[in-house]
């Protein structure tokens, strides 16, 4: 439904959980308290991957990239004292959410850790699925990628800065192509057809050129390279087609995976096949409905990871709702059945009435989250002053605290490279949130003082109750400074 006439607005809301991804074996962990993980948040599948790893990233202009950094201290997970891993998203208007993990000693590798997943695998092929939980819960886990996001407590949070997996630096040549440089020593996991050879340049123009095939659901990341060339074993050439400030975001994200040439012309495609990678995990056969089991590569190309010798990963959900299962999950953490839950802020609720011993961290994550987006085509909304006053009427970080329990953070709604690109609170809050009286100041000086009908769309899917709390607050505030608001929900 539109509006006519000068007092009538249409503003679009679009309401997404966060996005986040769990990164396993990497060289060191984003402030988890168990060895190389990051929290993880629960998003739907999306039909082209960002983020757990696929928003795009200014082209960085240094010539060579940053080796992976240095292995942490080894950590173990073994269940001494559960621990919450709060887990959240960057916001436009703030979304989140909190996972737990069992907290352990310190020092010492080993053990084993039961994460809670959230969806089933609808096979094996990574190149094949956007589905995160394939890449990231699944059997994802046994590749690598040419790039990846750097992680750690040194990284901070929000941060899209990459850093090399299979490679060990890269140049820009001839102006806009890349020329990667292998790191030496990467072998295959040693399992039949492959039986752990090295690796080489070919078998990453054979995986990329594979991923994009034509009408494959993650062709397009690539669909401004030219073409991969293997210039000898250990360098490889991405030719580009066009200039592409987030090709680099591309070659990192979760479905780039590079996969053995010899198991897909075995077996036709690699959704039943072997999965058999060059990554810190080997992936272990099992039967339907169990747990997916993945254990520790020891012939991995990083020394020291994964700290873990095994990883379970428990798929907990609701009959018939993927992104459902929310409540289950809490009760197979209280239980002691998994250590590792995503817990949105209804369950984070329960968590702290619970009497329960965990701890939690919070993952930032840019670009993801609610989206507000105005209609700026109509009469109202296309006035700066307008538009200025729907934002003096909101306060997120307001919404934060009382909707999301203080698990979120507000932010801008696109990525950004690094958390020193924001601005901080103080500022973004006084100079454009969280101003009532302005607000109505503002929206009276364009209508006259009369109330501004106003629409708001609402996208909220299958996603949990506090979604529908913050559009009803967001109404709220915007009619208490003039506007009339009415809620057409998709």
């Known amino acids: 439904m539109r509006f006519s006439g000068k007092a009538n607005v249409l503003i679009t809301l679009f309401l997404f959980p966060a996005a986040a991804v769990l990164l396993i074996g990497c060289s060191s962990a984003a402030g988890a308290p168990v060895p190389t993980l990051i929290p993880v948040v629960e998003s ?12 795009p990233a200014p082209k960085p202009t240094a010539t060579q990239a940053p080796t992976a950094l240095p292995p942490p201290t080894p950590q173990v997970a073994p269940a001494s004292r559960p621990a919450v891993i709060a887990a959240a998203a960057p916001v436009a208007t703030p979304a989140a959410a909190t996972e737990a993990v069992s907290a352990g000693p310190m020092g010492k590798p080993g053990g084993s850790l039961r994460v809670a997943g959230f969806a089933d695998i609808p096979h094996r092929d990574v190149h094949q699925s956007v589905q995160e939980a394939l890449t990231s819960m699944g059997p994802g886990l046994a590749y690598s990628r040419l790039l990846r996001l750097r992680t750690g407590p040194e990284s901070g949070q929000p941060s899209l800065r990459l850093e090399c997996d299979l490679c060990e630096s890269w140049e820009l040549t001839g102006g806009m192509d890349y020329e990667f440089k292998l790191r030496p020593g990467v072998q295959w996991q040693n399992l039949p057809p492959v039986s752990g050879r090295p690796l080489v340049a070919d078998d990453l123009v054979y995986s990329y050129n594979r991923l994009r095939t034509p009408g494959w659901p993650n062709a397009q990341l690539f669909s401004a390279i030219e073409g991969f060339e293997a210039l000898d074993p250990a360098t490889l050439l991405v030719k580009m087609a066009s200039p592409e400030a987030d090709v680099l975001m591309a070659l990192a994200d979760g479905h780039s995976k590079v996969v053995a040439r010899e198991v897909v012309e075995q077996y036709g495609d690699l959704k039943e096949a072997p999965v058999v990678g060059t990554g810190p995990w080997l992936w272990q056969e099992g039967a339907e409905d169990t747990p997916m ?50 817990a949105p802020p209804p369950q984070w609720r329960e968590l702290q009435k619970s009497g329960a011993q965990f701890d939690s961290f919070l ?33 997120p970080w307001d919404y934060v605290d009382t909707v999301w329990s203080g698990q979120g953070y507000a932010s ?28 109505r100041r503002l929206l009276a000086s364009w209508s006259g003082g009369e109330p501004v009908n106003i629409q708001l769309t609402v996208r909220t899917e299958n996603f949990v109750e506090v979604y529908s709390q913050l559009e009803e607050r967001i109404a709220e505030d915007l009619k208490a400074v003039g506007f009339n608001p009415i809620i057409r929900r998709l």
């Open 412 to 439: 801008v709604g696109v990525p950004v490279q690094t958390e020193d690109w924001l601005l901080d609170r103080a500022e973004m809050r006084n100079l454009h949130f969280a101003d009532p009286s302005e607000a």
């Open 363 to 395: 993952s930032r994550q840019s670009g993801t989250g609610v989206l507000l987006s105005m209609n700026v085509q109509s009469p109202a909304l296309s006035n700066r002053e307008v538009r200025r006053a729907v934002f003096k009427a909101m306060d």
């Open 44 to 55: 739907p599948p999306a039909p082209s991957p960002i983020s757990t790893s696929t928003t």
């Open 293 to 342: 089991i993945l254990t520790r590569n020891p012939a991995y190309f990083e020394q020291s990871v994964p700290f873990l010798d095994q990883l379970e990963i428990h798929v907990i959900k609701r009959s018939g709702l993927e992104q459902s299962g929310h409540q289950e999950r809490l009760a197979a953490f209280l239980v002691g059945q998994v250590d590792v839950i995503l």
